[in-house]
C-alpha cells in the first residue's frame, strides 16, 4: 500500500477529519499527517517517509500482535500501552493493515466526547 491509498482509505472512514498539527515542532523537517474522529487521534504519519504508521490499538492485545508480526513494534512518539507502530509493506497484508486502522477508528469512536 502506498501513501496515497493509505490516505484514502482512512478518509473513507466516516466522519474521519485529517490535519497536521506538529509542523510548527519539526521546523520543516518533517511533516505528520494526523487521522481524526471525533476530534481525537486514531492514527498518524510522516507523509514524507511513509515508513511507520502509528496506530491506536486495544492495551491487551498490542504484545500478542507484536509477537505474530515483523512490522508491528513500539511507537515512535506515543505511549506504548495504547499505541503501536506498524511498517507498511512488511509483513502486514493490505486487508490485515486496514483492519488494525478500522479497529483503531472503533477505538476512538466510542468514546464519549
Not at 485529517?18 to 474522529?37: M, Q
Not at 511498517?87 to 466510542?110: C, G
Request: hydrophobic residues 35%; glycine residues 2%; proline residues 4%.
Amino acid at each position: 500500500m502506498n501513501v496515497e491509498e493509505f490516505r484514502d482509505y482512512c478518509l473513507s472512514l466516516p466522519d474521519v477529519t485529517e490535519a497536521t498539527p506538529f509542523e510548527k515542532f519539526s521546523r520543516g523537517k518533517f511533516t505528520i499527517l494526523v487521522f481524526y474522529v471525533n476530534g481525537h487521534m486514531f492514527c498518524y504519519f510522516n507523509i514524507d517517509e511513509f515508513s511507520n504508521i502509528t496506530i491506536k490499538y486495544d492495551a491487551t492485545r498490542i504484545a500478542e500482535l507484536k509477537e505474530r508480526y515483523q512490522a508491528v513494534s513500539e511507537p515512535f512518539n506515543g505511549d506504548k500501552r495504547y499505541w503501536i507502530s506498524v511498517q507498511p509493506n512488511l509483513d502486514l497484508t493490505d486487508v490485515n493493515l486496514k483492519e488494525l486502522v478500522q479497529q483503531s477508528y472503533e477505538i476512538v469512536k466510542s468514546k464519549k466526547r
